[in-house]
T-cell receptor
Framework: EPEVTQTPSHQVTQMGQEVILRCVPISNHLYFYWYRQILGQKVEFLVSFYNNEISEKSEIFDDQFSVERPDGSNFTLKIRSTKLEDSAMYFC?????????FGDGTRLSIL | AQSVTQLGSHVSVSEGALVLLRCNYSSSVPPYLFWYVQYPNQGLQLLLKYTSAATLVKGINGFEAEFKKSETSFHLTKPSAHMSDAAEYFCAVSADNAGGTSYGKLTFGQGTILTVHP
């Protein structure tokens, strides 16, 4: 069965540095999402992406965040200047119809 | 606007006992509802979904859930718990249906950690 794949599985970055989290959605899917889960808290929506543009974003998704689908297969989340509070598990998801299929996540640790 | 409340952050049952995980939702449009399971250090795996068809939904691993509009509930049940069911369970709601503008974003509950005792 096709899967959403995310790399790396764990990313350690110094505060203030840029980080790019990568996702390969399922190939025929049209809707793409990023969520995050801070340790011990619930999963939170960050952004949705459809037809090569952001369709919706949450209050968390401020100017430090950006998403791209640079080559028709990858879907990336960039954080320009990381803060300690960005430490979390970041999940990518994709779908055509319901439901969303999730990757295994990238654990981002900011030092 | 949509929201999900899961009653009980921790539920503990004995192996072979009934599992009941509670979920109540709020949505301004007819919702789609989901249960996901998360095992340690893994992603979110879909257990089952309700998308306005049958109100009793059967999922993987013997789980099922019933959509009750009058109670705004979507509780997850399994008749007989197994040790391998120990995990965290998330209820989620999506308002992406005809005329919706949310593009299918999921709003999750706080999660319920299920512990199964021998």
């Amino acid at each position: 069965e096709p899967e959403v794949t995310q790399t790396p599985s764990h990313q350690v970055t110094q505060m203030g540095q840029e980080v790019i989290l990568r996702c390969v959605p399922i190939s025929n899917h049209l809707y793409f999402y990023w969520y995050r889960q801070i340790l011990g808290q619930k999963v939170e929506f960050l952004v949705s992406f459809y037809n090569n543009e952001i369709s919706e974003k949450s209050e968390i998704f401020d100017d430090q965040f950006s998403v791209e689908r640079p080559d028709g297969s990858n879907f990336t989340l960039k954080i320009r200047s990381t803060k300690l509070e960005d430490s979390a598990m970041y999940f990518c998801a994709s779908r055509s119809n319901e439901p969303q299929h999730f990757g295994d996540g990238t654990r981002l640790s900011i030092l | 606007a949509q929201s999900v409340t899961q009653l009980g952050s921790h539920v503990s049952v004995s192996e072979g006992a009934l599992v009941l995980l509670r979920c109540n939702y709020s949505s301004s449009v007819p919702p789609y509802l989901f249960w996901y399971v998360q095992y340690p250090n893994q992603g979110l795996q879909l257990l089952l979904k309700y998308t306005s068809a049958a109100t009793l939904v059967k999922g993987i691993n013997g789980f099922e859930a019933e959509f009750k509009k009058s109670e705004t509930s979507f509780h997850l049940t399994k008749p007989s718990a197994h040790m391998s069911d120990a995990a965290e369970y998330f209820c989620a709601v999506s308002a992406d249906n005809a005329g919706g503008t949310s593009y299918g974003k999921l709003t999750f509950g706080q999660g319920t950690i299920l512990t199964v005792h021998p």
